[in-house]
């Protein structure tokens, strides 16, 4: 019987490396205290085997300038980085050789320790555990200029922590936009209790959006000063209620890292190799789905099966929703469990944007054991219907047109198992309360702000060297002037062991696209998500959410909301009406929707500096950033050798000092300290005139 199984499990095994694209999976033993794992960070590019560019044709890759597309002919995908199969190589940033890297499996509470060797030869890197709390380790959590100076090419840097909380979450790169080169990967963290013994496989699935000609620096520039393109400027898309996607275009989405591009003109399709996942008639699986793209949410579906919702971000919900689709925003993780019950054949699994100008789909295939291999599954997407209409989970907006037939289970509507304690929740007192809006008000290039602060990365590492953060903005408390824009270190301190309720919001001048809203070192509670108003016909937006004063020029619509309080005085702490305090979710990311706000708790009971911004990498590398300076005086010390870095002067710098005002013509924004910057202030000056 043993025997046999073994047998099973090991022709599963075989099977699944020739039929998954990496079989690439480094899984700690569940008896180790210590797991070491090993990482290189290299420059690499799309469609090569070594030196031969390949072709995709049906799901197979052969060399470039072959005539005979027999399969025998195919070469080997592994350590092919495919992408959309797009025959012009990309340059990506490959973690040991593949795109994402490999899939790293821990037991809750081992202590880890990922050997990072940066072998890059001009870029700096850093790499960051997205959801792990990095309790006692705050030095560890992986954020350039944060947490640590960032690694140097050729250098290494040993990330030692311990593997807590158990669920599903993922590394990236924290240094610039790398995340989105393909420094990414599934980090699972096993529970102790056998719960997932009650599956016969997992998968972990890493989506992305991707774009197959601009790498992460093009993106960004391009969403700073305008998506031209064949001497066209090409517009943002758009969602169905009307919030906007960042200046950012794609052509496909990928299932770790596999997809197609379709043309949407010729409606020719590249036959590049798909991610297959093998089932067998009868077992119950679990999919842990990372959202690891750049901009846009996207929404889950497999052909004729329904999806049972089971956690997200790591934490188990209360009530397991069986639906037909679930939407991701960049950064979260949902875990579903499929029942393979369905009849032998392959199923498409589906992945889409939601933006109303564009069928961006991605594919992967559901393979039941019998069915033909390397064959195109025939499926169709599940129909919505009046009379069956589909159920999505964690729509970004309120309602889809009539037309689509889909309900929406929000965020909000979602519990989690474990309760949230009495002392954070029903009974909290002396909750501290403090309002953020992520936005981009003002009239400069891409001013991207949390209450009108772009936020500037320190010079030093925050965590560790924090007497040199001299690009802090200035005193306790600091405000930007409403309806201005500022520039510098954007802190919030808070004390040991405080209630923090955080009021997130999406609202004035600077609306209009979705923030996923991150925090690192904690999972908070998710007490409300506060909605605009919409019309429940065309599910357009109609006017921002007015439970928020933002103050500034008497118009909530346009001000910048830098001053944001409660519309009604009396509203404080726990008498905010609508606020879940028994099973509230427990996420460590959140959209906040255009025209509307989020309400999230914390006990600040983890010394460290946390970072915590849009996980829209675009909107948060251009300062949709702030940080947590949580009890300071209880922060560890880092091991002792730390790398340290800073800027250095010949001279004592100066600090030059200047905000925006909505009305002026031109744009300026507040720089200090260095005289790098105060250079670029005259050139930015230089332009008014
Ligand atoms: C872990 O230890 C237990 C008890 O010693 C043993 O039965 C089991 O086989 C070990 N597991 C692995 C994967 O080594
Ligand atoms: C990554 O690559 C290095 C060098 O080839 C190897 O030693 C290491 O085991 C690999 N790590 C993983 C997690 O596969
Ligand atoms: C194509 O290649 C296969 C395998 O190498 C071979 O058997 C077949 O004869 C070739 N076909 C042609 C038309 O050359
Ligand atoms: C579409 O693909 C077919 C087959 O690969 C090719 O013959 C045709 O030229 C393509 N059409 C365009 C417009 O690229
Ligand atoms: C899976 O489906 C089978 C057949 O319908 C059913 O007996 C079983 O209870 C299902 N398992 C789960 C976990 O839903
Ligand atoms: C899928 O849809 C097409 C077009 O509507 C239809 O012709 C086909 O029969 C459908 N396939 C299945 C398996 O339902
Ligand atoms: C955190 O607070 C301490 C004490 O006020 C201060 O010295 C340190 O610079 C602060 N860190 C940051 C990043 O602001
Ligand atoms: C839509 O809004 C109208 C007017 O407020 C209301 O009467 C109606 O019940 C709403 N319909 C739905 C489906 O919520
Ligand atoms: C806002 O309204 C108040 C009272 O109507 C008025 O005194 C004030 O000047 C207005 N502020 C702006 C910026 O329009
Ligand atoms: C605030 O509370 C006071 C005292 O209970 C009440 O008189 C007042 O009407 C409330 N204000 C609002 C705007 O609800
Ligand atoms: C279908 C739909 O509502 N599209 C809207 C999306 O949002 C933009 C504004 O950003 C509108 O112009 C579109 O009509
Ligand atoms: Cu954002």
């Known amino acids: ?88 190589p990309r340059v990506v ?48 959590d992986g954020v350039s200029y944060v947490t640590q100076c960032p690694v140097l090419p050729g250098q290494t840097f040993v990330h030692k922590f311990k593997a807590e909380p158990a669920g599903t979450f993922w590394y ?87 997809g197609r591009y379709l043309d949407p003109d010729t409606r020719n399709i590249t036959g590049a190799p798909l991610e297959t996942f093998p089932v067998r008639q009868g077992e119950l699986y679990r999919f842990r789905f990372i959202a690891s793209g750049a901009v846009f949410p996207l929404e889950v579906s497999v052909d004729g099966h329904k999806l049972r919702v089971v956690s997200t971000d790591g934490l188990e919900l209360r009530d397991p929703q069986v639906v037909d689709s679930v939407i991701l925003v960049p ?69 889809w047109t009539a037309d689509h037939h889909k309900l929406c289970i929000n965020a909000n509507r979602l519990r989690s198992a474990e309760g949230i304690p009495s002392e954070i929740g029903l009974d909290a007192h002396n909750v501290k ?10 009239t400069t290039v891409t001013p991207s702000s949390v209450n009108g602060i772009k936020f500037q990365f320190p010079h030093v590492s925050a965590q560790t060297q924090p007497r040199e953060v001299h690009t802090r903005c200035p005193g306790d408390g600091y405000r930007c002037v409403e309806d201005e824009l500022c520039f510098c270190t954007n802190v919030l301190d808070l004390q040991k062991d405080e209630v923090v309720q955080l009021v997130i919001s999406n609202l004035g001048r600077g609306k209009g696209w979705d923030h996923p ?42 001000t910048f909301c830098n ?63 702030m940080l947590l300076n949580e009890s300071f005086p209880d922060h560890p010390a880092p091991p002792p050798g730390f790398p340290t870095c800073g800027s250095f002067y010949a001279h004592p710098a100066k600090e030059v000092m200047t905000t925006e005002k909505p009305s002026s013509a031109g744009s300026r924004i507040a720089v200090s300290e260095s005289v790098m910057l105060a250079t670029m202030l005259v050139a930015v000056m230089c332009d008014i005139l």
């Not at 890759?61 to 959309?84: K, W």
């Not at 019950?341 to 939601?354: F, G």
């Not at 809203?517 to 409300?528: A, C, D, I, T």
């Open 563 to 625: 001053h944001a309080r409660w519309a009604n005085a009396n509203w404080t702490g726990n008498s905010v009406p609508g606020l879940e305090l028994e099973y509230p979710l427990h996420k460590d990311t959140i959209n906040v929707p255009t025209g509307g706000y989020v309400v999230v708790r914390i006990k600040a009971d983890n010394p460290g500096v946390w970072a915590m911004h849009c996980h829209v990498s675009l909107h948060s590398s251009d300062g949709m950033f």
């Open 93 to 140: 940033i490959a973690v040991n050789g593949t795109v994402p890297g490999p899939v790293i499996e821990v037991h809750e509470h081992q202590t880890v320790r990922v050997h990072l060797t940066n072998k890059m030869e001009s870029e700096a890197s850093s790499l960051h555990f997205h959801g792990q709390f990095q309790r006692g380790t705050p030095f560890m």
């Open 433 to 442: 309360e403090y309002f953020l809006n992520f936005a981009f008000p003002g």
């Open 172 to 258: 990236h790169g924290h240094t610039g936009d790398q995340a989105n080169m393909g420094v990414n990967g599934a980090f699972i963290v096993h529970p102790r209790s056998g719960a997932s013994e009650k599956y016969y496989r997992q998968f972990p699935v890493l989506v992305q959006d991707y774009n197959h000609d601009w790498d992460s620096i093009m993106d960004f520039l391009k969403m700073k000063y305008g998506m031209f393109t064949k001497g066209k400027k090409l517009k943002s898309t758009s969602n169905l209620s009307g919030g906007r996607y960042s200046m950012f275009r794609i052509q496909s989405v990928l299932f770790n890292g596999r």
């Open 517 to 558: 809203m991150h925090m690192h070192g904690h999972s908070y509670w998710v007490l409300k998500v506060g909605y605009p108003d919409y019309n429940n016909v065309t599910g357009r937006f109609v006017s921002q959410n007015p439970d928020i004063d933002c103050r500034g020029n008497n118009n909530t619509e346009l």
């Open 1 to 88: 019987m043993a025997a046999s199984l073994s047998l099973t499990v090991l022709l599963l095994a075989i099977q699944l490396s020739l039929l998954t694209n990496r079989g690439l999976c480094w899984k700690c033993n569940v008896n180790a205290t210590v797991c070491d794992i090993y990482l290189e960070l290299k420059h690499h590019v799309t469609m090569m085997k070594e030196k031969m560019l390949t072709v995709g044709k049906d799901g197979l890759l052969f060399p470039y300038d072959t005539t005979n597309f027999s399969s025998s002919n195919a070469v080997d995908r592994n350590h092919v980085i495919t992408g959309d199969g797009w025959p012009e």
């Open 331 to 399: 950064g979260e993780r949902y875990d579903f469990e499929l029942n393979a019950t369905e009849a032998v054949a392959n199923y498409w699994i589906r992945a889409k944007t939601l933006e109303v100008e564009h069928d961006h789909v991605g594919w992967a295939v559901l393979h039941y054991e019998g069915a033909p291999e390397n064959t195109d599954p025939t499926t169709n997407k599940t129909e919505c219907t009046s009379s069956l209409p589909c159920k999505v989970v964690n729509c970004p907006f309120l309602y």
